[in-house]
């Protein structure tokens, strides 16, 4: 049975809204360069052969219960079963968030955000149902953590 | 061209092409920084639905041929100076290559 | 370090749950669970799809990808049959590659591969399991495609003048997979063996496989 690591390795959440100064100049740096981008009609998503920092090759976020839980249902949506959302739908809801949405989400918080807007605009989901059911979802937690149920 | 549901592709192996320059807004799959730059057709993928209709919820056809074309690195930067012969590949739908004219004193 | 954390151990399968952020829950947490419920509701999804995909999500790891590459460097058919059609080889050893196709790009003494995904995060998931943060980083995908032996000096990775660098964008549905060169003084070793030396960072190509001791 794996051992549980006592090593607290963060969240990618953690990492990104970190207050340490550097931390603060970095995102700053990032959110500049899309914006940058986006006034020249550039996607802030593409950013092939832009100036950026040195890469961060030692932080690596812990994945939450919930982010795997999305890209589980990308996967099962996207898939020939059921062909609901397509791989570019996905990309294309993440590219339309614009520079400060992209760099300040972490990565599976865009995904669900573009698969739930997906939804939405397919009339699969209504706002109604998710606003009403996220409501539950928040009262019947009362503060405690996802342990992963599915 | 196609007909019915044969697709031809258009480019062959080793054909010099260029990339289209254009910046419409939408879901595209060519990268900015390969944009109006000339390679070589490495490989002919296959057919696929075209992204751009598929991120928008139509089903992408007609499919089109993808290519993956090899570009040299001093060809698409500027002042790339590290080695003469490195390269940067790049999966391209046919609709946004165009033929490179032959001319004398192409690159390569 | 280049090969942090739980996906590249030895054995990788981190069953433990990640370190409760004492915040309670997030608003994206909150709503994956309603978006969950919601589709489960209407007969769209079933818990036990969902368990399954994450399981074998979890199962994926890059060792999957060592096996592949050790193989090839003892067995010259199944070499060339992974160069020539990625995909099926990789089905012939039971990893299937769903709606993508693998390519499998050769180092060679003149040319050196490396992967990237500038516009996403594109990843041969299927033989390495879920990328490490870096891949997805703004500065990984921005630098590689410009100066690739700059980012791979930053991962320790030195190259001679004299070899071709390679950078491979997956901007549509190839993915790919670099095939390192087998270290020299690994004559006799066996795959298994042989496996244990290659790991994620050298299948993406910011490394080199490791050297035996």
């Given at each position: 049975m794996q051992q549980v690591s006592s090593i607290a390795v963060p969240t990618e959440n953690q990492i990104l809204r970190a207050g340490t100064g550097a931390r603060a100049v970095e995102l700053s740096r990032r959110l500049q360069s899309g914006s940058q981008q986006m006034e020249k009609g550039r996607g802030v998503h593409d950013m092939g052969g832009l100036e950026a920092g040195p890469i961060d090759r030692e932080s690596q976020h812990a994945f939450e219960w919930w982010e795997k839980r999305v890209d589980a249902m990308l996967v099962l949506l996207s898939g020939k079963d059921r062909q609901l959302i397509t791989v570019d739908e996905l990309r294309r809801g993440i590219e339309e968030l614009g520079p400060g949405a992209y760099e300040n989400l972490s990565y599976y918080e865009r995904w669900i955000h573009s698969i739930t807007h997906a939804l939405l605009e397919k009339g699969i989901l209504s706002s109604d149902e998710l606003g009403r059911k996220m409501a539950e979802v928040e009262s019947r937690a009362d503060g405690a953590p996802d342990r992963g149920e599915i | 061209m196609q007909t019915g549901r044969l697709i031809v592709a258009k480019f062959n192996v080793g054909e010099k092409v260029r990339v289209r320059d254009a910046h419409p807004m939408g879901h595209l799959r060519t990268p900015r920084y390969i944009m109006g730059k000339a390679g070589v057709v490495e490989r002919i993928c296959g057919e696929f639905g075209n992204p751009e209709d598929l991120a928008f919820g139509?089903?992408?056809?007609?499919k089109q041929s993808l290519y993956r074309v090899r570009f040299a690195q001093r060809d698409v930067w500027q002042?790339?100076?590290?080695?003469?012969a490195d390269t940067v590949d790049v999966e391209l739908y046919e609709h946004w290559l165009e033929p490179m004219a032959a001319k004398h004193g192409d690159a390569q | 370090m280049s090969d942090t954390g739980g996906h590249d151990a030895g054995h990788d399968h981190d069953h433990s749950p990640p370190?409760?952020?004492?915040?309670?829950?997030?608003h994206y947490n909150v709503m994956e669970i309603a978006v969950r419920e919601l589709l489960i509701e209407k007969g769209i999804l079933e818990p036990d799809q969902i368990r399954a995909a994450v399981e074998a999500m979890d199962s994926r790891s890059p060792e999957g990808g060592a096996r592949v590459v050790a193989k090839a460097w003892v067995d010259p058919e199944f070499k060339a049959q992974l160069l020539e059609d990625g995909t099926a080889a990789c089905a012939s050893l039971g990893v299937e590659m769903g709606p993508t196709r693998l390519v499998v790009v050769e180092d060679t003494p003149e040319v050196h591969n490396v992967l990237v995904c500038t516009l996403c995060s594109c990843y041969p998931r299927m033989l390495l399991g879920l990328p490490p943060d870096w891949y997805k980083s703004r500065e990984y995908r921005s630098r590689v495609v410009r100066e690739p032996r700059a980012v791979l000096r930053e991962f320790g990775t030195e190259l001679p003048d004299d070899v071709t660098v390679r950078v491979h964008d997956s901007t549509a549905d190839m993915r790919y997979l670099v095939l390192p060169l087998r270290p020299?003084?690994?004559?006799?070793?066996s795959e298994a063996e042989l496996a244990a030396l290659v790991t994620r960072d050298c299948m993406i190509g910011v490394t080199l496989p490791g050297v035996p001791a």
């Open positions: - | 139509r089903d992408g056809t007609p002042g790339y100076d590290d080695g003469a | 370190p409760d952020s004492g915040e309670g829950l997030g020299a003084g690994t004559e006799g070793m």
